[in-house]
């Protein structure tokens, strides 16, 4: 075979092995000779969103307080003193703190409460007068004097809250008479007010 004839071979194989079949059908190709450029994959980063739901809220609940005034004894005499009650403060709060005695507070030192510890009282409020309503013996079992400032107690605390400006004091269903600050006695049904125990209030600095 001449040089001519080695070259029109050579060309009618490379012709023949790039063409199509001629079913017309692809025929797959090993891996070893698919070039690494059609084969390599490609990685595309991704950012992870958290969802709505997923979100976690926490709730911070506040305790308010009022600052009330409540009326204890020192020496024979009524001096005001102040706590601090869960807000709002109502008048039967305040009523069952001071029916309650003296804390432990360092505030609270050389004061004496005249109330009985064993008395228990409910309070109504109507067009700012408060009806104190207990049962007998109330305070009767107590010295005049001790009789005088308890009164003083309720009536300067009670009196100092919103709404509140005249005291009835009620026993067993009956309205009752009952000692100002100076001593002499009230008509039954006749309210008394802040004013009426100014001679037995006091002041501590």
Do not use: H
Not at 135 to 142: G, H, K, N, Q
């Amino acid at each position: 075979m001449n040089r001519r004839q080695l070259v029109c071979v050579l060309v009618t194989l490379v012709a023949t092995s790039c063409g199509l079949p001629d079913e017309g059908r692809f025929i797959a190709l090993p891996t070893s000779e698919i070039p690494d450029a059609l084969i390599a994959t490609t990685t595309t980063p991704t950012t992870s969103v958290p969802s709505d739901d997923a979100a976690t809220s926490t709730t911070i609940t506040e305790t308010l307080y009022d600052t009330v005034e409540f009326y204890f004894v020192s020496a024979n005499r009524v001096v005001r003193s102040e706590r601090l009650i869960v807000s709002p403060a109502t008048p039967t709060q305040v009523l069952d703190t001071l029916l309650a005695g003296l804390d432990a507070g360092s505030e609270t030192a050389g004061l004496r409460s005249a109330l009985p510890r064993r008395l228990s009282a409910t309070i109504e409020v109507r067009r700012g007068v408060a009806r104190v309503s207990s049962t007998a013996p109330f305070l009767s079992d107590l010295e005049p004097l001790d009789q005088r400032l308890a009164i003083a107690q309720l009536v300067l605390t009670l009196t100092r809250r919103p709404g509140i400006g005249q005291i009835i004091f009620v026993v067993d269903g009956k309205e009752i008479p009952v000692p100002r600050g100076g001593g002499d006695l009230t008509t039954a049904g006749v309210a008394v007010t802040y004013d009426d125990y100014l001679s037995v209030l006091s002041t501590r600095d």
